[in-house]
């Protein structure tokens, strides 16, 4: 068990929580196994399929049916998948690692953009400051990949999220849940 899992286990407040948390990352970890076997494949998938023309030319054989395409587009498929299965199964894990935390609401003190990825794909930090008993206030970052809402309408807005400490400066305790402005809104306009 890594210092991470550790960390997330000592922090759960039930047995049942804890053996949760370690079959997640059990399983998170085997997703990410198949899924990087599953990418290696894909890449040597190419090198086999010219080495076999290959042998076959040197040997003078006359070059069989193989289905080289057929199987690398399944592989592609198959690494589509375990890519979902991988994001589903960490979904599952952090569920489970906030499971016993608490629940806050926050104010967004600031948004930051991150630049585009490689896939042009721009993320933003959300900066939220919320008061925890006691009167400390807490300070959480929050991560949001691909997002389509606006961010300049985030600042000043209300989340809530999930947090298993009260530790005034752990940025990244946090699990976001939903903007609460938001969820009003759409509401009182007869959205889901």
């Known amino acids: 068990m ?23 990352v059990r399983r998170e970890r085997i997703a990410t196994g198949v899924m990087i076997a599953s990418l290696i494949a894909v890449c040597a998938w190419p090198v086999a399929a010219v080495a076999h023309l290959v042998w076959t030319l040197v040997r003078g054989e006359e070059q069989p049916y193989a289905p080289w395409g057929w199987t690398f587009l399944g592989l592609l498929v198959f690494v589509a998948l375990a890519a979902l299965v ?11 690692v906030y499971a016993d935390g608490r629940v806050t609401l926050g104010r967004v003190v600031e948004v930051i953009t991150h630049p585009s990825d490689v896939h042009g794909d721009t993320t933003y930090s959300l900066m939220v400051s919320a008061e925890s008993p006691g009167s400390v206030t807490m300070r959480r970052e929050i991560r949001m990949e691909h997002e389509w809402r606006a961010p300049e309408k985030w600042e000043g807005g209300t989340v809530r999220f999930r947090h298993n400490t009260l530790d005034p400066d752990e940025l990244q305790d946090v699990l976001f849940i939903e903007f609460l402005d938001q969820t009003v809104q759409r509401r009182e306009e007869g959205r889901p």
């Open 2 to 24: 890594n210092r991470e899992t550790e960390k997330w286990t000592r922090l759960a407040r039930t047995p049942e929580t804890r053996d949760r948390i370690r079959r997640w």
């Open 86 to 96: 991988g994001g589903a199964v960490r979904s599952k894990r952090e569920e489970a």
